[in-house]
Every structure is written in C-alpha cells, then in structure tokens.
C-alpha cells in the first residue's frame, strides 16, 4: 500500500507535467497562432488536468490553466484592459444528446428550481471557430477593437479590424453612449481556399488553417497584411453598455445586434427545456459540412439576462453558457469506416 505521502506527491507532479505541456500548446495556439497538435489532443490533456485537480482540490493553483483563459498578450500590440472580463465556455463533455440534459440540470440545480418547476428557456447558436473579440463604440463611432488575451488584458487591433468590410466603423440607428460587442472573427472556407490558391500562384506561404489564418490576421503589426486577407464577423453578446436599455433576452440582444449592422448568425434557435438543444445539436451535425465557415460546436446559453446574472460565472466560464461539441472529424471518419465494414 503506498503512503499518502508518495501519492500526493507523484499526483502533484502528475498535475505540474500536464500544466506545463497545456502551457507549450496555449502558447503554440493563442501566442503564435500554429498549433503542433489536433485540438482533440489538446482537449484531452485538458481533461485530464480537470479530472486531476477534482480528484485533488488542494492542488489547484490560481495560475493553473484550468484556472484562467487562453492567451497571453503579444508583445509589440498594446494592451487593452478589458471593463467586463472575457470569458471562455465550459465544455460539455458528452458528446450525445444527453449532454444537453446535463447542462440543464446544473442549470436548475444552480438556480434552486424543483422538477414541477417550469421549463428553461435556452437560446442555441453556432460555435465558431475564429478569434474572439471586443468592439468598443462611443456614440456610435468605432473606436478600440481588442482580442481577448487572458480574458482580463486583450491587445489592440483596433487598426486591422478597420480593414473587416462586415464590421460597421459607425453604428445603425440611435446611438448609445456606449456600447461593446462580442463576437467572433473568422475566414470563411472559400475565402481560405481562394487565398491559399492564389498564394501558391505567388509562390507565397499559405495558411494553416481558417482559424489560425483569421487569428494570424488580426494579431499583425501591420494593417497591410489584414488588409489583404478575407476576413468575416459574427457578433455573439454584448460587453459593457452605458446609456442603452439592454432587451431582458440573450436572443433580443442578438436582433438588437444586427440593428446596429452587425452580421448576426441566422442559424440559431429559441427553445424551453433541453430537448430543444440536443435537436438543435443533432441538427447542425448534420448540416456541419455544408456550412461556409468552420464550428467546433454549438453553445447553449440561457435566454434571459436576469437569469444569468443570478446564476453568475467561475473563474473562467459562465454558469449560464456551455459549448456541446461534436466528435472530432478524426474520429468520425474512423466511426464510418467500422460501420461501412460491419
Ligand atoms: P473556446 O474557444 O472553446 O470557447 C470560448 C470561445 O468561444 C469564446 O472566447 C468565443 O470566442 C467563442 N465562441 C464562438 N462562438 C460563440 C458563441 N456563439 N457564443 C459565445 N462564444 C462563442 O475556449 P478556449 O478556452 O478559449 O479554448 C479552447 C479551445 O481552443 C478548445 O477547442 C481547444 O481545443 C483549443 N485549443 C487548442 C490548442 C492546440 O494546441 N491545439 C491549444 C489551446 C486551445
């Protein structure tokens, strides 16, 4: 029988080796936009990093990446402190429909409710996989465009996100005084095929992929570069507002959102309970492949405002929100070929 003692110890190096790998491929993935390994990996390190530190809660440490989001800073871009945090998602686990049930189970658990208390209404979008950022405007004028960094200090892009034709320089309509909006920049997939082609023409280097493509982008001193490469937008949620009378639903954000001239995903839905979202999710696998754009999932979020407040967030994710995402393209493949052979 070992001792605690031994344990603990062989468990806290456990936990020091997985943090410093997760370190080496955030820094790959959010600092130098080229990641070595397949985000499947990557979320499977995580995992178990998560599953290590639950088993151990004294082995959590504020620095440890289960702890904090993303990125840190590039140097050579200013920094911008963000007035509202920028948050990550939890991820759901089960891939199945049964994640949905999940999410909204530790939903009523959190807000109190009783199983004869009514349904939850949800709101269900798409995840995209782009560059988050923060688009600050001031009586209507664009005036910073910030990534999102470690969530707490992002960096000024403000001179590249200019060049994104999709982003409106001035606001639609009756201006608040202020207003920031969240989203997701992004390449869409004609978009990195034609600029790949054209690149190989040149003789020029070509991009890895849509998302390091758009996060490469945007992360560039010079605003000639972003200027040349096909970027899109799609705006999600809101930062901070002053002077605007926020609507009481996620989802009426998003049309008050596309008032303004935000591109705003049509692919989404309203529904109550959970069996809306796991028709949603079951719906967009389905449709993954005919899509323009890259997703790594969809994203639950509950519909009223006043309801997420009261249900608040942790230190790195809301407890209102949760990413369901699919089975990885890899694994599906793999999945198709025993079936076809059965
Ligand atoms: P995340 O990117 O999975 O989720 C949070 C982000 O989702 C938000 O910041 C936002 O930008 C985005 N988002 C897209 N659509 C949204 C919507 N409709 N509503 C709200 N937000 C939306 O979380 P994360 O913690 O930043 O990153 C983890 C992801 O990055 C994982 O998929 C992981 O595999 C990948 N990653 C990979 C590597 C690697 O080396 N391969 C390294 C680090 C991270």
Redesign the pocket.
């Given at each position: 029988e070992s001792t605690p003692a031994v344990t603990t110890s062989n468990v806290a190096e456990q936990a020091a080796a997985l943090r410093t790998t997760?370190r080496r491929?955030?820094h790959?993935?959010?600092v130098l936009d080229a990641?070595?390994?397949?985000?499947?990996?990557?979320?499977r390190v995580?995992r178990e990093l998560k599953a290590l530190e639950e088993a151990h809660p004294a082995l959590i440490t504020p620095d440890s990446p289960t702890q904090r989001?993303?990125g840190a800073a590039m140097s050579g871009l200013l920094p911008v402190r963000h007035r509202i945090p920028?948050?990550?998602?939890e991820?759901e686990t089960d891939i199945t429909p049964q994640g949905a049930h999940n999410f909204d189970a530790r939903v009523r658990k959190k807000l109190g409710l009783l199983p004869e208390d009514a349904a939850i209404e949800y709101a269900a979008?798409?995840?995209?996989?782009?560059?988050?950022l923060s688009l600050r405007y001031e009586h209507g004028q664009l005036i910073q465009a910030a990534t999102?960094g470690d969530g707490e200090v992002g960096e000024d892009v403000t001179h590249n996100i200019r060049t994104i034709r999709q982003i409106p320089l001035q606001l639609h309509g009756a201006a608040p005084e202020v207003l920031e909006v969240?989203g997701?920049v992004y390449m869409s997939r004609p978009d990195f095929e034609r600029y790949n082609a054209s690149q190989r023409e040149q003789g020029k280097a070509t991009l890895v992929n849509p998302r390091n493509g758009a996060a490469g982008s945007i992360r560039q001193l010079d605003p000639r570069l972003a200027a040349q490469r096909p970027l899109s937008f799609?705006a999600?949620?809101l930062g901070e507002t002053k002077g605007w009378e926020v609507p009481p639903t996620h989802a009426q954000v998003l049309d008050a959102l596309k008032d303004f001239g935000f591109p705003v995903?049509q692919g989404r839905t309203v529904g109550v309970g959970p069996e809306s979202l796991a028709a949603f999710h079951q719906a967009i696998a389905a449709k993954r492949d005919q899509l323009t754009y890259d997703?790594?999932?969809v994203?639950y979020?509950v519909n009223r405002l006043d309801l997420q407040r009261e249900l608040g967030f942790r230190s790195?994710e809301p407890n209102w929100?949760v990413?369901h995402?699919f089975p990885a393209q890899e694994e599906m493949t793999v999945l198709e070929q025993i079936d076809v052979q059965v």
């Open positions: 997760i491929y955030d790959e993935y959010y990641p070595s390994v397949p985000d499947s990996e990557y979320d995580f989001v993303g920028m948050l990550s998602i991820t979008e798409l995840k995209f996989d782009g560059l988050a999102r969240r997701e799609f999600y949620g995903c997703i790594d999932g994203v979020k790195r929100a990413a995402k």
